[in-house]
């Protein structure tokens, strides 16, 4: 399989400035839908089969689990920045050095899943009761020069969510894991 379908199983992400109000629901809804999807993925998976790359040199489903948490526990403090404060710089992090660490390696998905099943929630009441001026409040990112929306942070973590799900359900169609 071409190494680009591995890495973007469902491509990438394709921001929609000013979307209309049933894409701004879809984004909302791929959120509040990501913990329980992510945990029917992986409720039949058995230890090694966790411990496999969804790719060749890629991170193996612990390590997505995980990051999907650490990244939108960053995303969510992101967000009640930028709803705060008046155009924060943010802080960015290395992903791939916190996917290299023992608490990726060692600790359960489950607890990950937690932190999920947690903020998701949250994450969703913020951009449920966001006005349109909340919408364009923006965060700068100093690594990228890039400012974000609150409506692009929304579309980016809704294909967030669906990108690493994808990583993990077309892995396991691959191996033909039920």
Request: proline content about 5%; hydrophobic content about 35%; charged content about 25%.
């Amino acid at each position: 399989m071409e190494m680009e379908k591995l890495k973007y199983p469902i491509g990438k992400c394709n921001y929609i400035e000013n979307a209309s109000d049933e894409i701004w629901q879809g984004w909302i809804t791929d959120l509040a839908t990501l913990p329980g999807r992510l945990e029917s993925a992986l409720i039949t998976l058995n230890k090694e089969q966790i411990n496999t790359p969804y790719r060749p040199g890629g991170w193996t489903v612990k390590q997505l689990v995980h990051h999907m948490a650490d990244s939108h526990m960053n995303a969510y403090c992101r967000i009640k920045l930028s709803l705060t404060e008046k155009s924060p710089t943010i802080k960015p992090y290395d992903e791939a050095a916190w996917a290299d660490m023992d608490d990726y390696q060692y600790l359960p998905i489950s607890l990950s899943l937690d932190i999920l099943r947690g903020l998701h929630p949250r994450m969703v009441y913020l951009f449920k009761n966001m006005v349109d001026s909340d919408k364009h409040k923006i965060y700068i990112h100093p690594e990228y020069g890039n400012t974000y929306t609150m409506e692009s942070v929304l579309a980016l973590y809704a294909w967030h969510s669906n990108h690493h799900l994808a990583h993990i359900t077309s892995l396991k169609k691959r191996n033909d894991w039920k």
